[in-house]
């Protein structure tokens, strides 16, 4: 069979690399003048500078399963964070992995000690059983699930909510506590991680394994049939196939499912002489997750980030309201002193569709087909994650070929 992927975000990817190994012809239809969607990486002045701030968790296991992880050289960010809160750093280390991080960690100011204790309990109540029970379990708001845990407003506000929302975009843990305990089991089993090369290695890699000829860049699409793709120009491509695998608001518009608000967040890139900090670890905000959540010495991480002699620093916010990167250079200021104010920006990226919103309630197919036979994958269809991108991506090859079997 012919099969059109509308999109070559991870999502299509991962599809186009499915269906060809299933046999069939496979066409990549992608606007951009480059594969990934948002999981890019650019160089400014020598720095490697992704789409806004980006880790994997390295233990997804759709990425485990797909992506060669030796030929990516991921490196990996120190187990727990650095909050800074009440003017000062503290370490909150993960004692199962960092046993002389513990006295750090008990002396950190994010809870009570009875709260890390229950943190140990909470890694251990999200590893039960297999993912896919975790994904049916009892669904509630990421908040009351961490309330019901037993862990203090203290332990929410100054540690947890930075966490999750420097992941999920989600400050209000308002959305689904099914995401909260996959997100937890993931940090509990490996590494936060980036390709020593930017995060834009993810999607070159997925991309080098289509077919010679099947992804066609700079080819943005008009519409689309279950058997036809329309493109800008005018170009019409027949297919025995479609598959929209964009973001949310595209695959709404080319399709006509229902859409959904997005999460935003503002990224800043700096370049500085020196690392504010030297070591390869998260920041994270304890006084709140405004105007800075979270910061990360990215060179400090892999120092391919940086050219000889600099540094690349990323400063996030799960926000794109106006005036908020000059908040963020404040505070910076108020964290590391004025030598802050000398650093080079290289980058302001704000980014209004980050990630769908995920709410308590959602169904969480994978893969989706039309009443007219268009079928539909992307991080929307799953979790707002790269795992949830990839797998969407595997589910619609894998829906589509058995249908087509059948």
């Given at each position: 069979?012919?099969?059109?992927?509308?999109?070559?975000?991870?999502?299509?990817?991962?599809?186009?690399?499915?269906?060809?190994?299933?046999?069939?012809?496979?066409?990549?239809f992608e606007a951009a003048d480059?594969?990934?969607?948002?999981?890019?990486?650019?160089?400014?002045?020598?720095?490697?500078?992704?789409?806004?701030?980006?880790?994997?968790?390295?233990?997804?296991?759709?990425?485990?399963?797909?992506?060669?992880?030796?030929?990516?050289?991921?490196?990996?960010?120190?187990?727990?964070?650095?909050?800074?809160?009440?003017?000062?750093?503290?370490?909150?280390?993960?004692?199962?992995?960092?046993?002389?991080?513990?006295?750090?960690?008990?002396?950190?100011?994010?809870?009570?000690?009875?709260?890390?204790?229950?943190?140990?309990?909470?890694?251990?109540?999200?590893?039960?059983?297999?993912?896919?029970?975790?994904?049916?379990?009892?669904?509630?708001?990421?908040?009351?699930?961490?309330?019901?845990?037993?862990?203090?407003?203290?332990?929410?506000?100054?540690?947890?909510?930075?966490?999750?929302?420097?992941?999920?975009?989600?400050?209000?843990?308002?959305?689904?506590?099914?995401?909260?305990?996959?997100?937890?089991?993931?940090?509990?089993?490996?590494?936060?991680?980036?390709?020593?090369?930017?995060?834009?290695?993810?999607?070159?890699?997925?991309?080098?394994?289509?077919?010679?000829?099947?992804?066609?860049?700079?080819?943005?699409?008009?519409?689309?049939?279950?058997?036809?793709?329309?493109?800008?120009?005018?170009?019409?491509?027949?297919?025995?196939?479609?598959?929209?695998?964009?973001?949310?608001?595209?695959?709404?518009?080319?399709?006509?499912?229902?859409?959904?608000?997005?999460?935003?967040?503002?990224?800043?890139?700096?370049?500085?002489?020196?690392?504010?900090?030297?070591?390869?670890?998260?920041?994270?905000?304890?006084?709140?997750?405004?105007?800075?959540?979270?910061?990360?010495?990215?060179?400090?991480?892999?120092?391919?980030?940086?050219?000889?002699?600099?540094?690349?620093?990323?400063?996030?916010?799960?926000?794109?309201?106006p005036g908020v990167v000059d908040?963020?250079?404040?505070?910076?200021?108020?964290?590391f002193g004025e030598s802050t104010?000398?650093?080079?920006?290289?980058?302001?990226?704000?980014?209004?569709?980050?990630?769908?919103?995920?709410?308590?309630?959602?169904?969480?197919?994978?893969?989706?087909?039309?009443?007219?036979?268009?079928?539909?994958?992307?991080?929307?269809?799953?979790?707002?994650?790269?795992?949830?991108?990839?797998?969407?991506?595997?589910?619609?090859?894998?829906?589509?070929?058995?249908?087509?079997?059948?």
């Amino acid at each position: 069979m012919q099969i059109g992927v509308i999109g070559a975000g991870l999502a299509g990817l991962t599809a186009g690399i499915e269906l060809s190994l299933a046999g069939h012809e496979v066409v990549v239809f992608e606007a951009a003048d480059g594969p990934g969607g948002r999981v890019r990486t650019d160089l400014v002045d020598g720095h490697r500078l992704d789409r806004g701030f980006q880790i994997l968790l390295d233990a997804y296991p759709e990425t485990r399963r797909l992506l060669d992880y030796r030929a990516l050289d991921l490196r990996a960010f120190s187990p727990g964070a650095l909050l800074r809160w009440n003017d000062r750093f503290h370490r909150v280390g993960d004692p199962l992995r960092e046993p002389s991080k513990l006295l750090d960690t008990l002396r950190a100011p994010i809870g009570s000690p009875l709260d890390k204790v229950r943190i140990l309990a909470f890694r251990r109540a999200v590893a039960k059983g297999t993912l896919a029970e975790l994904w049916q379990r009892p669904e509630t708001t990421a908040r009351q699930r961490l309330e019901d845990a037993g862990f203090s407003e203290t332990m929410i506000e100054r540690f947890l909510t930075p966490l999750f929302a420097g992941i999920t975009l989600d400050p209000e843990l308002a959305g689904s506590s099914r995401v909260v305990e996959f997100v937890f089991r993931m940090l509990g089993a490996g590494d936060a991680v980036v390709p020593a090369l930017g995060m834009g290695a993810i999607s070159d890699q997925l991309a080098a394994r289509l077919p010679s000829g099947a992804l066609r860049l700079d080819s943005p699409v008009r519409a689309v049939t279950a058997r036809r793709v329309v493109l800008e120009d005018g170009e019409t491509v027949e297919l025995d196939s479609v598959v929209v695998a964009t973001d949310l608001s595209e695959a709404a518009r080319l399709t006509g499912i229902e859409s959904r608000p997005w999460k935003g967040v503002t990224s800043v890139w700096l370049r500085a002489d020196s690392p504010p900090i030297d070591e390869p670890v998260l920041v994270l905000n304890g006084g709140g997750t405004s105007p800075i959540n979270t910061l990360a010495v990215m060179s400090q991480v892999s120092p391919d980030y940086a050219p000889a002699g600099s540094s690349t620093i990323v400063v996030s916010t799960p926000s794109t309201e106006p005036g908020v990167v000059d908040q963020m250079r404040t505070q910076l200021g108020q964290w590391f002193g004025e030598s802050t104010f000398g650093w080079d920006l290289l980058r302001i990226d704000r980014i209004e569709r980050a990630q769908p919103v995920q709410p308590v309630g959602r169904a969480r197919s994978g893969a989706l087909q039309t009443d007219d036979g268009i079928w539909i994958c992307g991080d929307h269809t799953r979790d707002a994650s790269i795992n949830g991108a990839i797998g969407s991506g595997r589910a619609a090859a894998q829906a589509l070929s058995t249908a087509r079997d059948t």
